[in-house]
Structures are given as structure tokens and as C-alpha cells.
């Protein structure tokens, strides 16, 4: 509702709705001190309280000799008009996987690593496959706290991959049975060899003499049977012109 005394119109305490041709207009309530607002006043309207600037738990002061309105005081580590670059050697993500983070000095720091982590920023697994060994060409793997060996055949079993199944052992005994068996047979026939070169050059003792004597005697009487082909020619036959000399019997041996 509004009063006219003067010819000029006063705002009352009361908020008042006015509305021509359907348009609402909201008229606010103006505070007797002008540092406040609010439906109750209550609201300092200052820059540090209307927008809280400042960051990283910085303080912020209000201050009119500046472009902003304000100007924030930064925590030891924070730098920025509002606080938020940060410089701290610690941070949230410093050390990972749980690590503890302790500044040594305003640019260093410490990771404390829990179990089974290590490095600079406790990002690498501690390995426990440095003194482990997989049997069978098996992989050890780091787990954590732990390690397990990975066989890279089914035939392999256990903790660090050292059993055999039944096939694989069945493998290994005729595998054997047959490298050993060769290994004797050729040891059988140099020691063979050997003897037979001792009882020759150094006892005089020939055991193949009399078999080489017969081999040569049935290789001579081979030659000697061997069958003899005659040509016969006929004496009293007409000489031909320009012929060689008859002979009588022709013997070849073959």
C-alpha cells in the first residue's frame, strides 16, 4: 500500500507486489544499515561473506583499496589472489595406495609405505619373487604380500609349479629307457672295437684272419670256374678279301 503526502511515493516496510498486464515485480525490502542484506538484514554484504573467495582455509579481509574488495591471507604452502595454487610437498595424492606423507622440509617429503609397497610415492608392489624359483620354466607373478608361480603347462602342479602329472613322469621313464639303452649299445660296440685293436697290434692275436682266408679262397675259386665261351670257325671256308687271320678257337674269359 502506498501513501502520498508530498507528490512523491515512499516505500512502506512491507514488500509490495505490483502487476500490470500480468507482469510481477518484486520490490525488495530495503535495510536501514546498507552494509546488510537479507529479507531480515542479517547478511553482510561484503565480498569475503557474499562469496567467501578465498580458498584452502585462508582468511579473507575486506579491503576497498583493491580491484576485488578483498584480499586473502594463505596458510603457509598457498599462494594466488585466492589462495589457490598449492605448494606444499604433501598433498592428497602424494603417496599412494594408503602411503603417509611427512614434510621434511618446505619442498621435501617422506612417503611412509604400508606393506607391501614401496618407491618414492609407494607406487610399486614389493616383489617376493627375488629368491623364489619356479620349477619347469614356470613365471612367478608379484601379488600382494605374496606371489604365486604360474605353470605354463597343465602337465605341472603345485606351490612352485615341481609336480608332475602321471603322463609327464610316464614321458621322462621311456625317454630315459632309450637315451640309456643307446648309451650301452654304443658303448658295447667301441669296447668291441677296442679289444678287437689290442688282440691284434699288441698280442699278434687275429681273430677275423681265418674268415678273411676263406672269404679269399671262395673269391678265387670264383674266378677260376667262372665258364669260358668258344667261337668256332670253319677251316676250309673261302678266304674273303681283305680279312684277317683266321684263328682256330678264340677262348674269352670272363
Same mark, same amino acid.
Given at each position: ?47 569475503? =561473506? ?5 580458498? &584452502?582455509?585462508?582468511?579473507?579481509? &575486506? ?23 598449492? =605448494? ?9 595406495? =594408503? ?21 618414492? =610415492? ?22 600382494? #604380500? ?35 639303452? +643307446? ?52 677251316? &676250309? +671256308?673261302?678266304?674273303?678279301? #681283305? ?12
Amino acid at each position: 500500500m502506498t501513501t502520498s503526502n508530498t507528490g512523491i511515493l515512499q516505500t512502506t516496510i512491507v514488500t509490495q507486489v505490483l502487476t500490470e498486464n500480468s507482469v510481477s515485480i518484486f520490490v525488495p525490502k530495503s535495510c536501514n544499515d546498507s552494509s546488510y542484506i537479507g529479507v531480515d538484514c542479517n547478511i553482510l554484504s561484503s565480498p569475503c =561473506h557474499m562469496i567467501k573467495p578465498c580458498e &584452502n582455509n585462508s582468511t579473507c579481509i &575486506n579491503n576497498n583499496t583493491v580491484v576485488h574488495g578483498y584480499t586473502c591471507l594463505c596458510s603457509s604452502g598457498f599462494s594466488g589472489i585466492q589462495c589457490e595454487f598449492d =605448494h606444499r610437498p604433501c598433498k592428497i595424492h602424494t603417496c599412494f595406495n =594408503h602411503g603417509v606423507c611427512n614434510e621434511t622440509s618446505d619442498t621435501s617429503f617422506h612417503c611412509i609405505c604400508n606393506n607391501g609397497w614401496q618407491g618414492v =610415492h609407494c607406487e610399486s608392489m614389493t616383489s617376493y619373487c627375488l629368491n623364489i624359483t619356479c620349477e619347469n620354466s614356470a613365471i612367478c607373478r608379484r601379488l600382494l #604380500l605374496n606371489y604365486t608361480c604360474e605353470c605354463l603347462s597343465e602337465n605341472y602342479y603345485g606351490r612352485h609349479c615341481e609336480f608332475s602329472t602321471t603322463k609327464i613322469i610316464v614321458y621322462k621313464i621311456v625317454s630315459k629307457s632309450f637315451a640309456y639303452i +643307446a648309451i650301452i649299445a654304443m658303448t658295447i660296440v667301441a669296447m668291441f672295437i677296442i679289444i678287437m685293436d689290442i688282440l691284434t697290434y699288441c698280442f699278434g692275436i687275429d681273430l677275423t684272419r681265418e674268415e678273411r682266408e676263406r672269404f679269399r679262397r671262395e673269391k678265387r675259386g670264383r674266378k677260376w670256374n667262372r665258364p669260358v665261351n668258344q667261337k668256332l670257325i670253319y677251316v &676250309n +671256308a673261302l678266304p674273303e678279301p #681283305l680279312k684277317a687271320p683266321i684263328p682256330t678257337i678264340e677262348d674269352t674269359t670272363i
